[in-house]
């Protein structure tokens, strides 16, 4: 079974611009969470989505929205870019049975905002 | 508030002696519990997790945890260590919503 896929695998935009990332979850499936992972400030949850709709959301500011389409993939999508996003972006799929879930992870997307 | 803490931000240990990385969780109720590993420019792999059951679960790579509900730990071990676990590794709890929340994670570095 194929893993979950994110693309691309590394992004440089400049201030202002905005961005776009995709995953694509393990087939079957249907939950998807993005997080942020920076040096300073570790891994931190962005939001999660389980059948096209949000479940779950971090505290980060409404520059960062996604959504997931029917086949489960998902975009990320993070506007008017600051320094500060620059991060590696990951990407975790899971069944979506809730409490019980396993994670699994992508590579990541690097984003470096100049 | 909830929490997952990892109090050891760095830990140097040499190539086939033993290794422990700990993990505490601050929870209302047991959490379900995980254990990742992330090599340099890479994803999450998942090691290990607990549900319930028996309190020592066994991983992929020789890795083991044991939870201890009394002193409300997920610790990890392996008995012997090698160069290729030299990597960053994080401890996570879900809640009964299903929300993953991360450690802040150990470095690990394994010395010839």
């Known amino acids: 079974k194929a893993g979950v896929t994110q693309t691309p695998r590394y992004l440089i935009k400049t201030r202002g611009q905005q961005v776009t990332l995709s995953c694509s979850p393990i087939s079957g499936h249907r939950s998807v969470s993005w997080y942020q992972q920076t040096p300073g400030q570790g891994l931190q949850f962005l939001f999660e989505y389980f059948s096209e709709t949000q479940r779950n959301k971090g505290n980060f500011p409404g520059r960062f929205s996604g959504r997931q389409f029917s086949n489960s993939r998902s975009e990320m999508n993070v506007s008017t870019l600051e320094l500060g996003d620059s991060a590696l972006y990951l990407c975790?799929?899971?069944?979506?049975?809730?409490?019980?879930?396993?994670?699994?992870f992508g590579p990541g997307t690097r984003l470096t905002v100049l | 508030a909830q929490s997952v803490t990892q109090p050891d931000i760095h830990i140097t240990v040499s190539e086939g002696a033993s290794l422990e990385l700990r993990c505490n969780y601050s929870y209302g109720a047991t959490p379900y519990l995980f254990w990742y590993v992330q090599s340099p420019g890479q994803g999450l792999q998942l090691l290990l997790k607990y549900f319930s059951g028996d309190t020592l679960v066994q991983g992929i790579k020789g890795f083991e945890a044991e939870f201890k509900r009394s002193q409300s730990s997920f610790n990890l071990r392996k008995p012997s260590v090698h160069w290729s676990d030299a990597a960053e590794y994080f401890c996570a709890a879900t809640d009964s919503w299903g929300k993953f929340q991360f450690g802040a994670g150990t470095q690990v570095v394994v010395t010839p």
């Open positions: 975790a799929s899971s069944i979506g049975q809730g409490r019980t879930d396993t994670q699994y």
